[in-house]
């Protein structure tokens, strides 16, 4: 059998300001994971890890949608004459404003 180390990694929490400030940068501001973390002293592999349980967690568990129709496709002349369509955007778990 092989034997254990004696050495243990020591982990550091990272406080959750940094971890929104991370998300914000990645899905607000739109810089690479990389970039980021590298503006918040983090490492890439702590900063991945952090974006991938977000988009997990938060981002794909409000994709609800209200209806079970499929999307439809109208030619433009129909767009015209209806007003009530309603665009709904999601950006990093957020809703986005329609105008």
Not at 35 to 55: E, G, H, V
Not at 86 to 95: P, T
């Amino acid at each position: 059998m092989t034997e254990q180390s004696s050495q243990n990694r020591s982990y550091t929490k990272i406080p959750p300001y940094t971890k929104k400030s991370l998300i914000l940068k990645v899905f607000q501001n739109g810089l690479k994971i990389k970039q980021a973390a590298q503006q918040l002293q983090l490492k890439y592999a702590t900063a991945k890890t952090i974006i991938l349980n977000y988009r997990k967690k938060v981002v794909r568990k409000k994709l609800i949608f209200k209806s079970k129709k499929p999307c439809l496709i109208l030619p433009l002349d129909n767009l015209k004459n209806k007003r009530n369509i309603n665009i709904v955007s999601l950006v990093g778990g957020k809703l986005q404003k329609s105008e």
